[in-house]
């Protein structure tokens, strides 16, 4: 069964600051890995990262896959309040007909 | 473009009832998922339509079911309301098989079970 778990649960930190977000991940056939923004309701889409494109970059975010590792990492850089989310990470096995499975989330809470 | 919609926004249901949930694709896109996220905890895939076909379904059981019509929108019945079912609905689209695995939320829809 496909697994992922994200790290650490929680984080707060203040603006300014740089947060590191983990996501591990075992799946079958491993096709690809999604980085979501979960404010309210509606997770809004951030990253995918596939073998032919490992690394990804917007702004004052990025996200790398290490595939040898089966993991991920999120950073944002000089974090505002806007920042404050629950981030997902989910993957897509190439067998799995556009299932994701998600980990349980990172919620960041960035004070002023 | 018009993004994913999701009706109604909350709904509250005793247990037993039946419930019935609608989602409109994005434009463009063919195939619709349908994720149960519970409080505190990252969303569960429940099953995805595509060409009005269920072709792919999670660990729940038949009580969920799901339509997808030919301007594929697509709705998610669950039957017998246990109050475990209390969660957000979201539904997701996509451009359909041999797309990206990128999948575009809508709003949700809480569902609360007394």
């Known amino acids: 069964e496909d697994k992922v778990v994200q790290s650490p649960l929680s984080l707060v930190v203040h603006e300014g600051d740089t947060v590191t977000l983990n996501c591990s991940y075992e799946v079958t056939n491993f096709r690809s890995l999604l980085w979501y923004k979960q404010e309210k309701k509606a997770p809004t889409f951030l990253f995918m990262l596939?073998?032919?494109?490992i690394e990804k970059k917007s702004g004052r975010l990025s996200s790398i896959l290490d595939k040898k590792e089966l993991s991920s990492i999120l950073n944002i850089t000089a974090t505002q309040t806007g920042d404050s989310a629950i981030y997902l990470c989910?993957?897509?096995?190439?067998?799995?007909?556009?299932?994701?499975?998600f980990g349980q989330g990172t919620i960041l809470t960035v004070h002023p | 473009e018009t993004g994913v919609t999701q009706s109604p926004t909350h709904l509250i249901k005793t247990r037993g009832q039946q419930v019935t949930l609608r989602c409109s694709s994005q434009?463009?896109?063919?195939?619709v998922s349908w994720y149960q996220q519970a409080l505190g905890q990252g969303p569960q895939f429940i099953f995805q339509?595509?060409?009005?076909?269920?072709?792919g379904r999670g660990n729940f059981p038949p009580r969920f079911s799901g339509l997808q019509f030919p301007n594929y929108s697509s709705e998610l019945n669950v039957n017998a309301l246990e109050l475990d079912d209390s969660a957000l609905y979201l539904c997701?689209?996509?451009?359909?098989?041999?797309?990206?695995?990128?999948?575009?939320f809508g709003p949700g829809t809480r569902l609360t079970v007394l």
């Open positions: 596939t073998s032919s494109g």
């Open positions: 989910a993957v897509g096995g190439a067998t799995s007909y556009g299932k994701l499975t």
């Open positions: 339509y595509y060409r009005e076909e269920e072709n």
């Open positions: 434009s463009g896109h063919n195939t």
């Open positions: 997701a689209s996509r451009g359909g098989v041999g797309s990206t695995d990128t999948q575009y």
